[in-house]
């Protein structure tokens, strides 16, 4: 063989060895896909593309991040989930009331008026007690894993069509759109008003009609959705903090190196920022909207947060009937210790 025949056959070996090197590299290449349930307005897409962002340069490429807003891929949190339980979505997001469905426990966090204020729950959120939630929720459903817990629109507040509410006493007959959830609807109940469960999409025509007279919803959700067309006072109660569960495949979780799974918790970390972080910069101009529309805001006095507080105080026995005091205990301690750590910032 002559040397410019043997430059050739090296050069053909070397190109032979690349490709296959490549194709290599190609199989061990992963897709995450993440289901959303919210559009691109939302903050949890801006959250999502943070973490494809921080996952495809981080990984460089080995793993890629495909985002389906809009309910794309699953029509609901429940279908959402269980498809990532099964593995055929790595990613998800619920809120608190739509992952009860399937852990009921998880309620806890739904109850009103257990954190003070977004320093309280974020702490909380950033502490011992979601890695007691994702242990806790792997030992009932094996294939779903917590990854963060972030925020979907601020904070709840209590929002209605023609009477201010001032007081417990002012939800007495008012006929309040919530969600499905049994605790959600209990709170409505024991302040003397009347729960009435209306899906997302009819909630707009519902309080047109008077079929509802107000609802529970953060700011950033009454003015996307045009609710202030019909909604004229808003009480900033701030009964629940909108938690929003990220979750990812447990079998997608074992299958990474441990390289790969640092990152993926990373990203999961920086989501859990941006979705904290916009919702208090959206809800500057959510509120603004909402009064140059005619709406009025009421912020209640330290004395009638209390007598809110008091009014529902019988929740928290109503849950540990149904679910038992582990996670109210497991809550509560958490709660305690934030609220010692941030009040000892000032000493």
């Known amino acids: 063989m002559d040397k410019t025949t043997l430059t050739k056959t090296r050069n053909l070996m070397g190109a032979g060895l690349a490709a296959l090197l490549m194709l290599g590299g190609m199989a061990e290449a992963q897709t995450m896909r993440v289901a959303l349930l919210s559009g691109e307005e939302d903050e949890d897409y801006d959250g999502a593309l943070v973490l494809k962002n921080y996952v495809e340069s981080r990984t460089d490429g080995e793993i890629t991040v495909e985002i389906f807003p809009g309910g794309q891929f699953c029509g609901s949190y429940r279908e959402c989930l269980e498809a ?19 852990f009921p426990q998880a309620q806890v966090l739904d109850l009103p008026y257990m954190f003070a204020n977004d320093r309280v729950a974020e702490c909380v959120f950033d502490g011992p ?13 094996p294939g779903l894993r917590l990854m963060a817990i972030g925020n ?10 023609d009477k201010q509410v001032t007081s417990p006493e002012d939800v007495q007959g008012l006929k309040l759109r919530t969600i499905p959830a049994d605790i959600q609807q209990e709170m409505v109940r024991q302040m003397g008003g009347n729960p009435t469960p209306i899906a997302w999409p009819e909630v707009y025509t519902s309080l047109g ?4 007279e ?15 067309d019909h909604l004229k006072h808003v009480t900033l109660d701030g009964h629940a903090y909108m938690g929003a569960l990220w979750w990812m495949s447990e079998d997608f979780w074992d299958g990474l190196d441990d390289a ?14 941006v979705t904290r972080a916009l919702p208090m910069r959206q809800e500057i101009d959510a509120y603004k909207q909402f009064e140059e529309a005619g709406g009025e805001i009421y912020v209640p006095t330290p004395e009638e947060k209390e007598a809110f507080r008091n009014a529902t105080s019988g929740m928290q026995d109503w849950y540990t009937e149904q ?23 000032l000493q």
């Not at 990532?84 to 399937?102: D, E, W």
């Not at 007691?132 to 009932?140: A, H, N, P, S, T």
């Not at 709660?335 to 941030?342: A, L, N, R, V």
Request: aromatic letters at 8%.
């Open 323 to 345: 679910y038992g005091p582990e996670w109210l205990e497991k809550l509560q301690s958490a709660i305690t210790t934030c609220e010692e750590t941030i009040a000892a910032e």
């Open 129 to 141: 007690f979601t890695a007691q939630l994702r242990d806790g929720v792997l030992e009932e459903i």
């Open 209 to 212: 009609t008077g079929v509802v």
């Open 84 to 102: 990532v339980s099964n593995g055929t979505l790595q990613g998800a997001i619920s809120t608190i009331g739509g992952f009860g469905n399937l």
């Open 214 to 228: 107000g609802t529970k919803n953060g700011i950033t959700d009454i003015v996307n959705m045009n609710f202030h």
């Open 260 to 273: 790969q799974k640092r990152v993926v918790y990373d990203g999961f970390q920086h989501l859990k920022t």
């Open 152 to 161: 979907t629109g601020g904070w709840r507040n209590i929002a209605t069509t």
